[in-house]
């Protein structure tokens, strides 16, 4: 697998450094999936 065939990333933890990365993956054109224990 290359980094290019990267599409889609989950980022497990949505607190504050969960939200930045993927705030940072979704501005680059990746799919961002967050999962947190709580809702």
Do not use: N, W
């Not at 990333?9 to 993927?22: A, E, F, H, P, R």
């Amino acid at each position: 697998m290359k980094i290019e065939d990267i599409k889609r990333v989950l980022i497990v933890g949505s607190g504050t450094m969960g939200q930045q990365i993927g705030f940072q993956c979704a501005m680059h054109g990746y799919d961002v999936v967050l999962y947190d224990i709580s809702p």
